[in-house]
């Protein structure tokens, strides 16, 4: 162009490009810089901790010394119950919405809704949970009310997690069911679902990961403070590992010497997100192959 | 003298061939149409030309292109400014997020140019030079996706003039447009010969025979045959063009 | 009778998948409603705790004191009567405990059997008293007269600039210092987090190789699923004595580092959909540019970025949105003090760290516990409101593309 310097020009694109490029760079390596800090400090300090003992062991004198074994179970029991609740009801709503529900106002409102739940913060599911469970329904601080808590917070994640999958799910082969005489629960069930199944699960692993590192929910709804012994039915609080990161490495009787098992119980609980992770990366390759081999 | 010329050129994605040992020579201020079937090799070859290649990842040239004589893969070239003469349109109109006004300024800009009166000038010159003026020139600040497809279109056009290319770049650009626009776009296409160098890739014979001087058939990344629209359309030497042209495949 | 049964079991299914698809609506429904229900009891007390009066002399003509004068009185910010429009004597402070410094223990009695006759005849001999006492100490004949005491006012609760709610004799529900702290705090966070994560999220979309995206994806994924006690604990024994040393401060546990950790927390909302929305970005409309001689940079911000901004916007908004949300770390790292923060090396207190720090302790059902609702109200309005926010930009970007 006759009113620029082409050499001129071409060489402060140039410089311009590679500085913010490197900028770009530099940054998003901080980024995953500071993954690996958290993730490095926590499993060094954290690995000395573990042992065969320190999991299936009972905390002892004021959480100092001991294991962490109760606590272990109790976000076993929370997972477990909460998974019960949400991974039935989310399926089924997800399956509804996709399947059944016609465009229109009232899918607009659920998905509207859905939506709105999930982005409430967690330590109002435990308030809710608090005055509705415990309070209400006088479930009191109990295993129960903890694992509904939480199930009501996973719902929104399984429902979206559940709905992409089917969305996924190619038309021609609800049409193809459908054609042959199948009923809409026939086909859900038997060609929609099977071929969902996978990133289903996958989602369901996920929200698994997120359940178990959750504290505030379970502040008010089921978390002891210290309890040296297993549930024994739905109505007993229990411990957990989030809350007892939290109660060890704040407020426990020893803060300093308490430490050793807050970097474990931390290194327990980013192990169990790793786990699923990892697990979840897994398994979609795993599907994905078998599903394109079909 | 030519103004783009392809010296055995082959082109790889990866392991698989594209392109194998074309060789076209386009003369100054013509229309080249490029046809054949989906998956011939014509829109890869068109992008040689402006090295839009590049971006993909894993591809791989050997052969020369030239324009203006000069070898547009040689070391040392730069792919900016190349792609400043080179002007392009794609197949359907991809306005930017922007005002009209600043979607045919855009080229004017990211070459350096911040001369306020001149960018003014220049878009409406350019503009008017697409016969788009007159439907635009009160909304000039209102966003391009306002207008219509074909308007669109033609706005894309003027973004690719405003840097004034030696070399314009057709990819189906009417593939996405009604037939009234298409038909305006094509009036252009024969208007803007005087001035450019016009390589069109078309899936539709008739554009073919309208708007090009010369027309080259491509079949499984192979040039069967490059001839002038006139010849390849009524008198083709290769029977495989013949058929194509009268629709016996593809 | 086989296909009655099998269109009964359709039915049913579809019954079952229809009370399934219906739950979120109705929890979210059930969460407004106990939310609000006990948050708005708030407004129905009086912060002067249940059972306990506060009387003044008969010849005192003032009738009622807001909680905010109550509490200036027994801190002694106001010493006269006169300074809350009354005569100009010093007032005397008097609350149940005191009664030793006037009368004997016969005359109180050993169960306190004397104390409701000592009390009136304090009130009565001394016109200048304010007297804060147990209601079942007021006597029959009591000389006195009862101070009424406003109800907890929307005005107070907003305005008020103290959060004390277990102050004595008059409760103190000033949010205001928790709504800033929040409001400060996740301010700070996002003005780390934005830089970074765009960063980031430009870097994965456009710059980076794709092998390179492809293990970075995952760990920011990874980065998103680390529970929030883990990045709590994490500030607490890194972060929080980073800054205590690198500022010499007092106490490391401050705004800044809970914005530091709600920043780390915010950064994967913001990568993921910002990265999302610039690889949604139409390739003909990069390609386009680049075919115009700009460069890939050039492209990135005068097209990418334009096209995209929407979709940042709501990943900016997002991550906002989580960090307001946020509980555990921010508790763990910020130092809870419910005062108006003036800088960022100073501790603050944020909404939800109060109700999670204080909900264990409030007796159920009392102004307190009801407070701590009010706040869980306020949050839930901020992130709806922040939803709505989000869906809306989303909404305009889809009706911007065609």
């Given amino acids: 162009m006759e009113l620029v310097?082409?050499?001129?020009?071409?060489?402060?694109?140039?410089?311009?490009?590679?500085?913010?490029?490197?900028?770009?760079?530099?940054?998003?390596?901080?980024?995953?810089?500071?993954?690996?800090?958290?993730?490095?400090?926590?499993?060094?300090?954290?690995?000395?901790?573990?042992?065969?003992?320190?999991?299936?062991?009972?905390?002892?004198?004021?959480?100092?010394?001991?294991?962490?074994?109760?606590?272990?179970?109790?976000?076993?029991?929370?997972?477990?119950?909460?998974?019960?609740?949400?991974?039935p009801v989310g399926v089924f709503a997800a399956i509804y919405m996709n399947e059944y529900v016609k465009a229109g106002i009232i899918k607009k409102i659920i998905k509207q809704m859905t939506n709105n739940l999930a982005g409430i913060p967690s330590i109002v599911f435990g308030l809710f949970g608090m005055s509705l469970f415990v309070n209400k329904l006088g479930f009191g601080d109990s295993l129960l009310a903890g694992s509904l808590t939480l199930g009501l917070l996973a719902l929104p994640v399984v429902i979206r997690i559940t709905e992409e999958a089917l969305k996924s799910?190619?038309?021609?082969?609800?049409?193809?069911?459908?054609?042959?005489?199948?009923?809409?629960?026939?086909?859900?069930?038997?060609?929609?679902?099977?071929?969902?199944?996978?990133?289903?699960?996958?989602?369901?692993?996920?929200?698994?990961?997120?359940?178990?590192?959750?504290?505030?929910?379970?502040?008010?709804?089921?978390?002891?403070?210290?309890?040296?012994?297993?549930?024994?039915?739905?109505?007993?609080?229990?411990?957990?590992?989030?809350?007892?990161?939290?109660?060890?490495?704040?407020?426990?009787?020893?803060?300093?010497?308490?430490?050793?098992?807050?970097?474990?119980?931390?290194?327990?609980?980013?192990?169990?997100?790793?786990?699923?992770?990892?697990?979840?990366?897994?398994?979609?390759?795993?599907?994905?192959?078998?599903?394109?081999?079909? | 003298m030519y103004n783009i010329e392809s010296k055995n050129v082959d082109f790889f994605y990866g392991a698989s061939q594209a392109l194998k040992n074309i060789n076209i020579a386009i003369k100054p201020n013509t229309v080249t149409a490029l046809i054949g079937p989906s998956g011939c090799g014509k829109s890869t070859y068109l992008r040689l030309f402006n090295r839009m290649n590049d971006l993909i990842d894993n591809t791989k040239i050997s052969g020369q292109v030239l324009i203006d004589g000069e070898d547009i893969y040689a070391k040392g070239v730069n792919v900016d400014s190349l792609r400043k003469k080179v002007g392009m349109v794609f197949q359907k109109p991809n306005p930017f997020p922007k005002t009209i006004f600043e979607n045919v300024a855009y080229g004017l800009r990211v070459n350096g140019i911040t001369d306020k009166k001149f960018i003014e000038e220049r878009v409406e010159t350019t503009i008017k030079q697409v016969v788009l003026w007159d439907e635009v020139k009160d909304k000039l600040k209102k966003s391009a996706f306002e207008l219509s497809g074909g308007q669109q279109q033609r706005l894309?056009?003027?973004?690719?003039?405003?840097?004034?290319?030696?070399?314009?770049?057709m990819d189906e650009p009417t593939s996405a447009l009604d037939p009234i626009s298409t038909a305006k776009v094509e009036e252009l296409i024969y208007e803007l010969k005087t001035k450019y160098t016009i390589v069109i890739v078309t899936h539709n014979?008739?554009?073919?025979?309208?708007?090009?001087?010369?027309?080259?058939?491509?079949?499984?990344?192979?040039?069967?045959?490059?001839?002038?629209?006139?010849?390849?359309f009524t008198n083709p030497k290769i029977e495989r063009t013949q058929n194509y042209i009268t629709g016996r495949f593809g | 009778?086989?296909?009655?049964?099998?269109?009964?079991?359709?039915?049913?299914?579809?019954?079952?998948?229809?009370?399934?698809?219906?739950?979120?609506?109705?929890?979210?429904?059930?969460?407004?409603?106990?939310?609000?229900?006990?948050?708005?009891?708030?407004?129905?007390?009086?912060?002067?705790?249940?059972?306990?009066?506060?009387?003044?002399?008969?010849?005192?003509?003032?009738?009622?004191?807001?909680?905010?004068?109550i509490k200036n009185i027994y801190d002694q910010k106001i010493t006269h009567w006169s300074e809350i429009g009354g005569k100009p004597d010093s007032i005397i402070l008097f609350r149940a405990e005191d009664i030793s410094n006037f009368y004997s223990d016969e005359e109180i009695g050993e169960n306190f059997e004397g104390l409701s006759t000592c009390i009136n005849r304090l009130v009565d001999s001394l016109p200048d008293i304010?007297?804060?006492?147990?209601?079942?100490?007021?006597?029959?004949?009591?000389?006195?007269?009862?101070?009424?005491?406003?109800?907890v006012s929307l005005k107070e609760f907003f305005g008020g600039k103290e959060w004390f709610p277990t102050a004595q004799p008059s409760?103190?529900?000033?949010?205001?210092?928790?709504?800033?702290?929040?409001?400060?705090?996740?301010?700070?966070?996002?003005?780390?987090?934005?830089?970074?994560?765009?960063?980031?999220?430009?870097?994965?979309?456009?710059?980076?190789?794709?092998?390179?995206?492809?293990?970075?994806k995952p760990l920011i994924e990874l980065l998103a699923g680390i529970p929030s006690v883990v990045y709590g604990f994490f500030g607490l024994v890194i972060i929080?004595?980073?800054?205590?040393?690198?500022?010499?401060?007092?106490?490391?546990?401050?705004?800044?580092?809970?914005?530091?950790?709600?920043?780390?927390?915010?950064?994967?909302?913001?990568?993921?959909?910002?990265?999302?929305?610039?690889?949604?970005?139409?390739?003909?409309?990069?390609?386009?540019?680049?075919?115009?001689?700009?460069?890939?940079?050039?492209?990135?911000?005068?097209?990418?970025?334009?096209?995209?901004?929407?979709?940042?916007?709501?990943?900016?908004?997002?991550?906002?949105?989580?960090?307001?949300?946020?509980?555990?770390a921010v508790l763990m790292v910020t130092g809870n003090a419910a005062v108006i923060p003036h800088s960022i090396l100073e501790p603050v207190r944020t909404i939800p760290a109060t109700i999670a720090a204080e909900l264990g302790e409030a007796p159920n059902g009392g102004l307190h516990y009801q407070a701590l609702f009010a706040l869980g109200c306020i949050l839930f309005l901020i992130t709806l409101f922040i939803n709505l926010a989000v869906e809306f930009i989303s909404n305009r970007k889809q009706h911007n593309k065609h």
Wanted: hydrophobic share 50%; glycine share 8%.
């Fill in chain 1, 5 to 87: 310097d082409e050499n001129k020009l071409a060489k402060n694109k140039k410089r311009n490009q590679a500085i913010a490029f490197w900028i770009f760079r530099i940054l998003s390596y901080a980024v995953v810089a500071i993954l690996f800090v958290i993730l490095s400090f926590i499993i060094i300090k954290g690995f000395s901790v573990i042992s065969w003992d320190f999991i299936t062991k009972m905390p002892e004198e004021g959480m100092t010394k001991g294991g962490i074994f109760p606590a272990i179970i109790g976000t076993l029991c929370l997972v477990g119950g909460s998974m019960l609740f949400a991974f």
């Fill in chain 1, 169 to 294: 799910v190619d038309n021609t082969f609800r049409q193809a069911s459908l054609g042959l005489g199948a009923s809409k629960w026939e086909t859900t069930r038997r060609v929609v679902l099977p071929i969902a199944f996978p990133n289903i699960i996958t989602g369901l692993i996920l929200s698994i990961g997120r359940v178990s590192g959750e504290t505030a929910p379970i502040l008010f709804t089921v978390a002891a403070y210290f309890l040296p012994k297993l549930p024994t039915s739905i109505f007993d609080q229990a411990m957990a590992l989030p809350y007892h990161l939290y109660v060890i490495s704040t407020s426990g009787t020893n803060i300093e010497e308490s430490r050793p098992i807050a970097y474990g119980t931390a290194l327990v609980l980013i192990f169990i997100v790793l786990i699923a992770n990892l697990l979840a990366n897994g398994l979609r390759k795993y599907f994905g192959k078998k599903v394109k081999m079909n």
């Fill in chain 2, 156 to 169: 894309c056009i003027a973004r690719a003039l405003a840097i004034q290319p030696s070399v314009v770049l």
């Fill in chain 2, 205 to 232: 014979m008739q554009q073919a025979g309208r708007v090009s001087d010369t027309t080259a058939f491509f079949y499984m990344g192979e040039l069967i045959e490059h001839d002038t629209t006139k010849t390849i």
């Fill in chain 3, 1 to 69: 009778m086989k296909t009655f049964y099998k269109k009964f079991s359709e039915k049913f299914i579809e019954g079952l998948l229809m009370l399934s698809g219906t739950i979120t609506s109705l929890t979210v429904v059930l969460i407004v409603f106990f939310l609000f229900k006990e948050g708005l009891g708030v407004f129905d007390k009086k912060p002067v705790e249940e059972g306990y009066v506060i009387a003044l002399s008969k010849s005192n003509p003032l009738k009622t004191l807001s909680s905010e004068q």
């Fill in chain 3, 130 to 151: 304010i007297a804060f006492f147990p209601k079942k100490y007021l006597a029959k004949d009591f000389k006195g007269h009862e101070l009424t005491v406003d109800k």
């Fill in chain 3, 171 to 216: 409760a103190q529900l000033g949010v205001l210092p928790l709504i800033l702290g929040t409001l400060w705090v996740s301010l700070g966070a996002i003005l780390l987090a934005l830089p970074l994560g765009l960063a980031a999220a430009i870097f994965m979309s456009e710059i980076a190789k794709d092998n390179v995206r492809r293990i970075m």
């Fill in chain 3, 240 to 328: 929080v004595p980073l800054i205590q040393k690198t500022f010499n401060l007092p106490v490391g546990e401050t705004g800044l580092a809970g914005s530091i950790i709600l920043g780390i927390m915010a950064l994967p909302t913001i990568i993921t959909i910002s990265e999302d929305a610039m690889r949604n970005t139409p390739r003909a409309m990069k390609e386009a540019s680049l075919a115009l001689g700009a460069s890939k940079w050039q492209t990135i911000y005068k097209v990418v970025i334009p096209y995209s901004i929407s979709g940042i916007s709501a990943g900016a908004i997002l991550g906002i949105g989580r960090a307001i949300g946020e509980t555990m």
